[in-house]
């Protein structure tokens, strides 16, 4: 029976979490020059930002429109507080900035592509589970070269336990593979689901961190993909016990 991989895409394929910190750097300084207040540092608005964010995507997910809505809070947030008028200028400055995050290239990983082919030609069914903005996300495949190695792409708005278990349909769990750096979006919901997990950690954001078993035993952690055709050669073994 042919067996499942479902890999995550931004900072586990691709490299994204950079592009994001740098333009949260540019519109915190944006923002700092707009409102010209000197007890208000660019520091103090990535921090409001960063808050603000975390809690608009454990709400609303991980959409492109999210990101957006959070600057516009934060902008908001700070001329309230020091009794700014808001100028729509620097407003729809700020927005334009953001939107660069959805439209900057993003590379893939060193020996991706290498570890791809390697695995595909292994007889793979090959799955990317992605949360984002379908348009962006697929774009990002597309840009990255990514689309010829996969057989479904699947965008959802967020992961969850249940978002994983209604993509897997009337796959076999034990034969599926949930591949990830991400603990919230990937690990959780596979172990949840008693599937298969391989962490790759990435230095990403504070919505990735979750408290998983780390003792369970359908999960690994690798410290490269350059490790994933052996780790899954070791998950197959285990399969076939």
Do not use: C
């Not at 608009?56 to 309230?80: C, V």
């Not at 893939?108 to 695995?119: A, D, F, G, S, W």
């Amino acid at each position: 029976m042919k067996k499942h991989l479902f890999f995550d895409l931004d900072d586990t394929l691709i490299v994204t979490n950079p592009i994001f910190e740098q333009i949260n750097k540019e519109n915190s300084v944006l923002i700092e020059g707009f409102l010209g207040d000197e007890n208000t540092n660019f520091e103090l608005i990535l921090k409001t930002f960063n808050e603000t964010d975390l809690a608009n995507a454990q709400k609303h997910g991980l959409t492109p429109e999210r990101y957006i809505h959070s600057w516009i809070q934060t902008y908001d947030f700070f001329t309230a507080k020091l009794n700014k008028t808001k100028i729509k200028s620097d407003l729809e400055t700020i927005k334009e900035n953001a939107q660069k995050v959805f439209k900057t290239k993003s590379e893939m990983y060193p020996h991706v592509e290498n570890v791809l082919k390697e695995i595909k030609n292994q007889g793979y069914e090959m799955n990317i589970l992605t949360a984002g903005g379908e348009g962006v996300q697929k774009k990002r495949v597309n840009d990255a070269g990514l689309a010829i190695y996969f057989d479904n792409i699947y965008v959802v708005p967020y992961k969850s336990p249940q978002v994983l278990l209604d993509v897997l349909e009337n796959r076999d769990k034990d034969k599926s593979v949930m591949i990830g750096n991400s603990l919230r979006s990937d690990i959780h919901p596979a172990l949840s689901n008693d599937i298969h997990a391989i962490h790759i950690p990435q230095d990403t954001w504070l919505y990735d961190e979750f408290e998983i078993k780390t003792n369970h035993p359908k999960y690994k952690r690798i410290e490269n993909i350059t490790e994933l055709p052996n780790t899954l050669n070791q998950i197959k073994e285990e399969i076939a016990l």
